[in-house]
């Protein structure tokens, strides 16, 4: 069964401390992985995307990074603000007959000063 | 990039009224579209699915019903809404890899 799991289910920092989220999904064959950052009440914004190939890749303060042989992948948040509170979500594509996205309930992370 | 826009931003309903929610796409063309809901404390879940005018394919057994009556333009619809259509809905339009979301319309049915 193709799941993405996403961990921790919810996150408190401090304003400018780092934080990693983990996502672990066991869709195959495997496509390409997306980090998704969701304000509340607001439509997802496309963070990163990785294919099978890509290990790594960053987006300003955020770095997503891949491993396709454990099916892990993980967003590292660097020296936090206030407006990273949100609801991260990681969305995994397939192959083939496998093509839908799979999306995880998220993390939600809450950067507090 | 793209930009979608979604009506109305809130919406309540009584149970048993129709509803219609209308989606339009800008800065691109021929896109595929989707539609989502979102429940509270949910994961996205993709409804329909669109990769063409008048192409539309259903990915859960609902009472909701999608049209795409031109390239751009995404409509949800329902003849008699159910306490459970209630939750967040997001319009979708992909270009290549990279989906680009609409804001959303919150659906509260009474």
């Known amino acids: 069964k193709n799941q993405v799991e996403q961990s921790p289910q919810s996150l408190i920092i401090l304003e400018g401390k780092n934080c990693t989220l983990q996502c672990n999904y066991t869709v195959s064959p495997f496509s390409n992985l997306r980090w998704y950052k969701q304000d509340t009440g607001r439509g997802p914004v496309s963070l990163t995307i990785?294919?099978?190939s890509e290990n790594t890749k960053s987006n300003g303060r955020y770095t997503a990074t891949l491993d396709a042989d454990t099916k892990q992948s993980s967003l590292h948040i660097t020296a936090s603000q206030l407006s990273d509170s949100a609801s991260y979500i990681c969305?995994?594509?397939?192959?083939?007959?496998?093509?839908?996205?799979?999306w995880g309930l998220g993390t939600s992370l809450a950067v507090n000063p | 990039s793209q930009t979608i826009h979604q009506w109305p931003a809130t919406l309540v309903q009584p149970v048993g009224s129709p509803l219609s929610l209308e989606c339009t796409v800008e800065?691109?063309?021929?896109?595929?579209l989707y539609w989502y809901r979102q429940a509270a404390g949910r994961g996205l879940q993709l409804l329909f699915y669109s990769v063409g005018i008048g192409q539309i394919s259903s990915e859960v057994p609902q009472n909701l019903s999608a049209s795409r009556p031109q390239d751009r333009q995404f409509i949800l619809s329902s003849k008699k809404l159910l306490l459970s259509d209630s939750g967040f809905y997001l319009c979708?339009?992909?270009?290549?890899?990279?989906?680009?979301f609409g804001p959303g319309t919150r659906l509260l049915v009474l």
């Open positions: 979708a339009s992909a270009s290549q890899e990279t989906q680009y």
């Open positions: 990785m294919t099978f």
């Open positions: 969305v995994v594509s397939g192959t083939g007959n496998n093509r839908k996205l799979i």
């Open positions: 800065g691109t063309s021929n896109p595929n």
